[in-house]
Each structure stands twice: as C-alpha cells, then as structure tokens.
C-alpha cells in the first residue's frame, strides 16, 4: 500500500472529524477567522496577490489533459471583468481521463484515498486566501464571509463528507471466514467484500458558493473510490479551478492520475451540463441550483442508472411569535436577511407574525411596530459603514437586481426599501439593502414563490398555531432548507418542532447573539435533510454516501 | 418508555445479529434444521396440522380493521385449491390504518422498536412448521426447503435488517451540546437528531419466495420507524398472513397499534398493486417480481417522492473452466440446476465451457463429455427415490411448464429432456425435472432471457478468457444475482474475480459439497447487489435502511 504513509500522516486529523462527525460537536479543522496569527501575516497580502496575478490571462491546468480550446467570461459583482480564460475540455475527453485514473483510485485501499484526500485538503488550504478573493470577485460574498464560506468551512464539509464515507466503508468487514457447522461436518468459506464505487461523479456547482455547495458531493464520491468531475457554473470557475488545480498538483506529485479529480467548464452561451449529465458513464450527479434546472435533471436521469443529489429551491421561513430579548432577536434576523444581500439558500425569506402582534417580557408588541423595529434594525447594520458593506456584498448577478425591482412593483406594501449600497474601492460594484415587504395571507402566490435575493415578506397570521401551520404547509408544497422559531412557552415549541419534523425541515429555535440561522456548521448540522422538495440530500448523512457504492461479496472455499 | 424491557429482554439477541452482520462470519438465530429435537418432537405434525386446519375457510384478521369483503384462489402447485378466503382491505382502508399506526410508532426510541419486532419474530417463530407447510403448498417448495426459506433462513434475514437499520440509525448521535468558541465569547446550542420515517412502506411480495423476499423490505422499513403493508403475491398469501396475523397479535397484546404491519391481498383478477404504489402516502416501496413489472414499478415512481427498491430478474450465470475435482463439480451443479427446479432468483441458467475442453487433474474432458456428464449428475440426483423429488419440489405455476416447453421447442439441442416427476401423495402435483440445452453463440437471443424454471444452457466459449467476458456482458446488459467460476489458476481466479466485480455481480468461486451458488447467507452474503439490472437493492446494506429515513435537526441555545 504506497500511500499508506499519508493515511498515517492524517490519521489524527480524520479520527477527530470522525468523532466529530459522530457525536455532532463542534469541530473546525481549519480556523474560520482570516486573521495572519493563524495563517501568516502576508497571507491576505499574498492571497490578493495571487487573485490579482490570475486575472486577464490564461489559467493552466498542466496536469488535466486534452484542452481543445478556452472558454471564460466571468465577471466580479464588485464591477470588473476577470477576463480569464480556462481550457475546456469534451465531454469525451472528460470521460476518457476519468475512467482511466477510475482504475488506480477504486483499487487503492480505504485508508491510502483518505489519507491522499486531507493530504489534497491541506495542500491546498495554503491557498483559503487566493480561494477567497476569488469567491469574492465571483459570487459577491464579503471577503470574511468568502474566505470562510469557500476555505475552511467548505474544506470541513469535504473533511466530513470524508469522514462519512469512511464510516459507511467501515460498517461491514471487508473479508470473512465463514464457517457453517452441519452437524458431523461444516462448510468453510472465505469470503470476500468489494466496494465498487458506481463510477464517474459529475457535481454541477452553483453560482453562489461554488465550493461550499460542491466539496461535500465531490469528496463524499471520492472517498468512496469514484472520480469526479466538477462542472463549475460559468460565473464562479475561478474558486474551484484555484482547488482543482492545487488537488491535481497533490496528486500527480505523489503519482496518482491527477484526472481522479477534473474540472468542466463552460460558458452560458455553450452550456455542457446536459450532455455530460446525459452520459452513461457518469453514474452519480450531484446538483445545486434552481428547481427548474434540478427537476430537468431529474427527468433527465430518472429510469436510468444515475444517483441524482440535489439541493434545489426552497421557501425558507421563520416565525416571531414570543420573544425573550426583543432587540436581540430583531438584531439577529435582521443579520440574517442582510448577509451576503440574502443570496444564500438559508436565508429566511417569509416571515410569519401574529397579526395581534408578539409577546415580549414589556407587553405585547404589535404587527406594525414590530415590523418598523425590524427595518431600523436592518438599516441600523446597513448604514453601519464598517459592517453594512461588507456583510451586505455584492448581488451575483443582474438577475438579483431585476427580481428586486419585480418585488417592488409587485403592489406589496414596502416595509423597507432596498436601495444601492456603495462598496469601498469598487464604484461599479452591483450591490442593494435588503426589500422587506408585508405581505397579506391573499398574497399566496407571491410568497410561495421563492425570491432569491434580499427580498423578505412580513406575513400577519392569526395566531401562532396558525403560523406554525402556515409555515408545515408552505414546506411540505414548495420546500425549504431552513426554519427558524421564536417561542417562549414550551408547549409551542414543542408543537413547533413536532410539526416542523413532520415537514422534513432543519429547525433554529430562539436564536440570538452570533449564531444564525443561515449557518450550517460542517460535522454538526446536517445540510439539508433530503425530506421536502427543496432537495434530496443531505450533507453528510448515510445515503449521501452509500449511495455511491455497491458492494460486490466474492466467496470460494 | 414503556418496552424498553423487550430491548433488554432481546438486547443479546440484537447484539449478536448486529456482530454477525458487520463481522460477516456465520450467524443463524434460528436453527435450520426442521427437527424434532429443535423445535419440538411434535412440531412437524402440529404445523401440518395447523396448515391443514387453515384451508377451506375464512383467514382471520381480528386485529386488522376495516374489511369490506373476501379475497381467495391459491392451488397448491402439488394438486389442490386451498380455499381460503382472507379479508380484502382498500387502499383508502389501508392507508388510513397506517397512518394511524404510525404516529405511535416513530415516536418510539430505536430500542424500543429493535425490542418489539424481535419479539414479534420470536413469537411467530413458533409457527415455522405451518409456515413451511404453507409456503410447500404455494409456492411449490419441497418441505424442507420451505421450511427453511420461510422460516429460519426468512426470520435471520429480517433480524439482519433489524441488525442494519439500528447501525444505521446509530451512527450519528441523537443530541449534542455544540459550543463554538469565538475569541472571549462563545456560542452554546443544545442540538437534537430527529429520525422522520419515509412513512408508509408497501412490500410487493414474490410468488416463489414469499418470506423471504419480502421480510428485509418490511424490517428495514420497521426498525427506521416506518409502517409497512405487505402487498402478498395473489398465488402465495397464506405463508405471509400467517407471520402477519401472529405479528399483529403480538403488538395488539403489548398495547401497540396493529397496523404497524398490515396485510394487502388481491387476486389476478382484480389487482390493487398499482393502486396501491401511486398512493402518494406510500413512500418506499419494495419490489420482488418480473422485470417488466418492476420496470412499471420504476416509470410510476421516477420524479415522485418514493424510493423503489427492486429485485427484478437477471440471467445467472457460471464458467466451468478448469476443476480441481470433476465429480464434486457437477454434482455442485447439477443439485443447484435442481434444486426447487430452478425457480430461485439465484439459480444458474447460463452455463459457459471452452469449447475444447475443461481441464481437470485427469486431464482434459472435452465439452460434450462434460455435458453428458453432467446430464448423468442431475439423473442420478432427480432418479434418486428419497432425494429428487424434495429437492425438485413442484412448479409454482403452469407459465413454468409452458416454458420449459418453450425451450424444449426451440431448436437448440437437447442435453437432458425434462420430464414429469411424481410427487409421492400428491398425483396432481404440477412438477418436471431440469431441462438442459446446449446454446451455441448463435443463440444470443434465447441466452439473453431470463428462463425462469428448470432451464438452462450450456455454452461453449472459445476458452476461458472468452468466458468471462461473456459472462460480464451478459451481467451488464441483462443483470444477475449470481455468478460462478470454477478456475484453479489463481491468476484466472483474479480475472475473473475483476472483471466480475466491474459487472457488479456476486461471485462464487470453485463451491463443491454442501454449498451452492443458489444460497444466500443471512448476516453474511448481501443479496443482489445493487450494481446490474437485476436490481437497485442489496439485502441489507446501509442503503438499504439508511434511504428509508430522513434526520432532522433542531437546535437552539
């Protein structure tokens, strides 16, 4: 076993993500602070450094081979273009270089594709700021937010999804000695169990976390001896071709096909996804993005031998009914619509409200204060210079200002406006507060729509029971990744989280302080939960990882 | 938690399974042998006895509700109608009651759960001998056989479902205090994993195996905290409705909801499996059958919320290479060819022999040599008074007689004609010996169906190598379940091995005496494996329970 060394190595690291993974404590193997005590004092200069170098030229990929040409076109939110251009490779070229790195990568033992897996993680975590610039000049993030979302948290959902898949191939022995007695006599077999990983991966990744969304999908197939393909979403190429490039250097520096891990490129005009998602050797597909494009997919593959991961749309929604620290709670969620501009898919969206108002420990506030106290905290943080910009980021693309502009029109009530939001040093940067608008119960097929962006919707609703149900049923129909409650009283809360587990959706109860409910903490919180329709996986449970493999039992005397 | 005691009553049973299961060494918690001095000295005779007393009559249900009519027609394949009626249930019905039961039921902890489905197992456990009786005279098994399948060797695969599911549903932690430190401050958050069923689980029973097929599907639904609704094959219920009414007598006694595990009967005339399976509350579903019902099955659930689970039909095969002891070879074989006269999901249809020959330590035995021999194996075993018959059993339908007559007027020469076999005290029985054809490559067409009953082929190949590439096509495009080698040459064992492993078949290698290709071991041989078009499940990894659950998280300071 010639890589055994590296699992000898990793050993501590992937014991503790295991142990992490499986008592669900927090763990963090890479900080989340981008502070140069932890990563050098030049890192961030240099990281910078290195971003800016990768513009207006071509990017190498020495050691993924077969280019037939360039294709590139990103452009940041913050207001320029990157003018970078990648090699671009056939779907017949993809699929040839994967099948042959299949052959060695599904033959190494377990340990030997872990221990060179955190050995690809760690080499190129010397990269988390490079990475992170680029994911902000691609998706708009804030830089602190893009050096976490894209380096050490997604590294750690990687690590999990590592550590995962480790457990599910340990589960069962890999050989036996089988001894029947039959009475005078017995039967002896020696029997043998194969991990026959389902073949080659294709992730199709996101616009606004182009890592975080795609390593839990890539290293859950890798480390269960498939090689994948990352097909990166034509306006975030450069934060995964940054980590593919460095995990291809990794591998073919210790002399493993560097195709166990390649990276697909297109551009919007000559999109690739379908034929290569269409591709019979492409026998698992993990997806993040919209529900359109994710039912297509699922059209697409089903009755056929692909296992389809996806993490579509939802309508994420929260419910204010009792509050114990009314500033604080107003705070948080005000963060949290606020962060990123409301372009992650655990954003709250519908916000349900007694319409008799909610209980705080001064009396009953009412609906409509209730709502202009969330506005002057969301303007509080927006009009906050040192804080506001740089949590708010850039929008992704137009796309997210035009919906906006769709949200105003729409004949709602405006609670808080959305207006531009300058960006320090970037004049052309794409950048808006958060919408609050209120939405009336006869507004259905406004809300049940989700709003991608910083647009919310304030819902008066009877009573809390009403708004518990309200929020069960707007699930179970249109999906959702996250919920949030504040309750007080503990048969609520109970009736909450009841009903909530009934529509198959994570739960954030009475959060306050810095913790929100669009976080989602690798090893910790399962991302996802596979059980309504904004999505059938989840980071990173059993399924997500037993899926990608058979196991092939050989017998013989 | 009011049955924690059965878990403590059953805990050593439990851990057991749960050892064999991941040590895969052999595990049998109930005996197979259908002995007197096991299981009673008038065991035998008070089962046949109970068997007897069932037919010609009503079936009763007392603890499942809400019958509006009688469903009946099952003919024992050795001569006779059973006449019995058992209560009919709609699909509204059905459902209704399910859902009902299932409130309680996954409310309960994983303990309680492994605790009371061992003890509904062990309670019905003494009805194996009526059970066997029962499953003879449906399904057309020898007693034995039946007797085994249906019990013991039934029971074991239930109790390793049981076994994979509480591993499963173990490997996460169900609570966790995650406190993540951030510099002088901290954030502290009680978590919760909620397990949330699928929910309803409906169990498409098989004619021929109908225990035994169907109990993996039921448990692993069970134990995950879903409902399940054992839908009988129309031609094989009374073996199932007789678990099924000792199971429900078991929870009804212990207080809990009988509809945990409820009955579904219909006939050939008035089918409700389709019915059924479109109910968008049914939410697994798993299938033993024909292909082209479950390609049905597959079409129905493509794009909905339902997970299908399938073991549809393969073309097994096997390459007679080169043998180390001829004799023992095709002795192996021909009882395997014979063995309940080829209608096992297992059994050898396909057999491949270089044409020149096969290599033994007497030299080479030339391909029509070696037929003829193995002709004589299976006459000596099917003329043999006390053993052919049993072994045989009956037809489990007039559709496998038609077959074989099929086959025998298919132009292809005949090696061993099958003929009528009496059954002693059953004159009517429906019962043949194997029928054994030699298939030239020309033959394509008629080795690449599925000839379900005592059918099969013996294909001369241009030499080994040639062999195992057939076989591997065959497995790819056509699915098996199983596949065997006799080689010697440990490099042609590797081969063969590989090339099998990457057509995602289970393999056997060189099996003489008391084991055959046919036979699956509970806790130790997965059965099917998931990787060819014989069927997406494998009995019982950690897909196959971990797809029938979904986590929740919840979480708050």
Redesign the interface.
């Known amino acids: 076993m010639p890589f055994h060394h590296l699992y000898e190595q990793h050993q501590a690291t992937l014991n503790a993500a295991i142990e992490a993974?499986?008592?669900?404590?927090?763990h963090a193997h890479w900080p989340e602070p981008p502070s140069g005590k932890i990563y050098g004092e030049t890192a961030q200069e240099d990281g910078l450094n290195a971003f800016k170098a990768s513009l207006n030229g071509p990017f190498a990929l020495p050691n993924q081979h077969g280019s037939n040409g360039t294709i590139g076109g990103e452009h940041s939110p913050y207001g320029f273009p990157l003018n970078i251009d990648y090699p671009g490779y056939t779907a017949d070229t993809l699929i040839t270089n994967a099948q042959q790195a299949l052959t060695q990568w599904k033959n190494l033992s377990l340990q030997e594709r872990a221990g060179i897996l955190i050995e690809c993680l760690e080499r190129a975590s010397k990269h988390f700021f490079a990475i992170g610039f680029s994911t902000m000049h691609t998706t708009g993030q804030g830089f602190i937010m893009a050096f976490q979302a894209s380096g050490p948290h997604a590294f750690d959902r990687a690590l999990e999804a590592i550590a995962s898949g480790y457990?599910?191939l340990n589960?069962?022995?890999e050989?036996?000695?089988?001894?029947?007695?039959?009475g005078k006599?017995q039967?002896d077999?020696t029997?043998e169990?194969?991990i026959?990983p389902?073949g080659i991966n294709l992730t199709i990744g996101c616009s606004t976390f182009p890592i975080w969304n795609s390593f839990p999908g890539m290293f859950a197939s890798l480390i269960t001896g498939n090689v994948t393909i990352a097909k990166s979403h034509p306006s975030a190429i450069l934060p995964i071709a940054l980590c593919i490039q460095s995990f291809q250097d990794t591998l073919a520096s210790l002399g493993i096909n560097p195709h166990v891990i390649q990276i697909a490129v297109d551009s919007k005009e000559a999109p690739i996804t379908v034929s290569l998602a269409e591709r019979p050797e492409i026998t698992t597909i993990d997806y993040t993005g919209s529900s359109s494009f994710g039912?297509h997919l699922?059209?697409l593959t089903?009755?056929t031998n692909k296992e389809l991961f996806t993490e579509k749309a939802g309508v994420n929604c929260a419910l204010i009914g009792e509050v114990a620290q009314l500033d604080a709670v107003l705070d948080n969620i005000a963060f949290s619509l606020s962060l990123y501009s409301g372009q992650m898919c655990t954003t709250t969206q519908n916000i349900y409200i007694p319409k008799n108002g909610v209980s705080t420990p001064d009396g009953i506030i009412s609906f409509d204060d209730l709502c202009m106290k969330l506005k002057e905290k969301v303007d509080t943080l927006v009009y906050n210079e040192k804080m506001g910009p740089g949590t708010l980021g850039a929008l992704h693309s137009p796309a997210v200002k035009e919906r906006v502009e769709k949200a105003r029109n729409s004949g709602l009530t405006i609670i808080r406006d959305s207006e531009p939001v300058a960006q320090h040093g970037f004049d052309q940067a794409l950048s808006c507060s958060p919408l609050i608008l209120k939405a009336d119960s006869v507004d259905q097929s406004i809300i049940n729509e989700e709003w991608f962006g910083p647009i919310s919707f304030l819902i008066p609703v009877d009573d809390i029971t009403m708004g518990i149900q309200a929020m069960k049923q707007s699930i179970i129909k249109h999906g959702a990744l996250t919920a949030l409650v504040h309750l007080q009283q503990e048969h609520l809360?109970e009736e909450a989280?009841e009903q909530?587990?009934?529509a198959?959706?994570?739960?954030?109860?009475?959060?306050?302080?810095?913790?929100w409910v669009n976080q989602s903490?690798g090893f910790?919180?399962?991302h996802g939960?596979?059980?309504n329709p904004a999505g059938n996986a989840?980071f990173a449970?059993?399924?997500f990882v037993?899926?990608r493999y058979?196991?092939?039992?050989?017998?013989?005397?």
């Open positions: 993974n499986r008592t669900r404590v927090f457990m599910a589960t069962f022995a050989s036996a000695q089988w001894t029947k007695p039959m006599m039967v077999l029997k169990y194969h026959r389902k039912n699922e059209s089903a009755g809360i989280i909530l587990i009934d198959g959706v994570n739960i954030s109860c009475n959060l306050v302080g810095p913790i903490a910790s919180d399962f939960t596979g059980a989840s449970d059993l399924s037993s899926m058979n196991i092939i039992g050989m017998r013989r005397p």
